[in-house]
């Protein structure tokens, strides 16, 4: 499956709208994204898993690359 996750990069400041980042993680659950993301101390505001309509949408933007956690 593969995950949506919208983080900030600094964990200790209140989260901004204009500062969320986006980045999708290929995992088996979402508690999996959280221990692979674990070490880069994100702060993580929301795990989204994408079906098949939302992904085919997400590719289509030109910033889409899965990660390899």
Known sequence: ???KVLYQELSQEVPVR???SAMYVEA???REVR???FEKKLNIEYIQVLNEEHLEYEKQNEDFKVENV
């Open 1 to 3: 499956m593969i995950y």
């Open 18 to 20: 204009e500062r969320t």
């Open 28 to 30: 088996g659950s979402e």
């Open 35 to 37: 221990e692979k993301l």
